[in-house]
């Protein structure tokens, strides 16, 4: 299993980017995919999930309403929509895979994900 996260840049308050985690190895409805981030200094935290029974969607609270989660089936990849960026969404954005269906209360449990993709630097400006 690999993952690739891209899509990361620079971006100002109120703005929008699309990262994507190009998957191999992966088989959709096998897996979850969970996006995570940290900010310098802070603990890695989970932003969104798709599940990978029923493909429930799953969302930070600091997140809903201005991140949407998505999948490719035919590209492999997962996409994460940004919309209404603030500062306090500056962090290196990693995508993350597990076969094991998780409680919802996993979700956004770091150590419960098994495959790792290299992280991709956000950083909004105010």
């Known amino acids: 299993v690999q993952l690739q996260a891209s899509g990361g840049g620079l971006v100002q308050t109120g703005g929008s980017l699309r990262l994507s985690c190009a998957t191999s190895?992966?088989?959709?409805?096998?897996?979850?995919i969970g996006w995570f981030r940290q900010a310098p200094g802070k603990e890695r935290e989970g932003v969104s999930c798709?599940?990978?029974?029923?493909?429930?969607?799953y969302y930070a609270d600091s997140v809903k309403g201005r991140f949407t989660i998505s999948s490719d089936f035919a590209k492999n990849t997962v996409y994460l929509q940004m919309n209404s960026l603030r500062p306090e969404d500056t962090a290196v954005y990693y995508c993350?895979?597990?076969?094991?269906?998780?409680?919802?209360?996993?979700?956004?449990?770091?150590?419960?994900?098994?495959?790792w993709g290299q992280g991709t630097q956000v950083t909004v400006s105010s």
């Open positions: 993350a895979a597990v076969r094991t269906h998780l409680p919802v209360g996993s979700i956004f449990t770091p150590l419960r994900y098994d495959y």
């Open positions: 190895g992966v088989t959709f409805g096998d897996y979850a």
């Open positions: 798709v599940g990978n029974v029923d493909g429930t969607t």
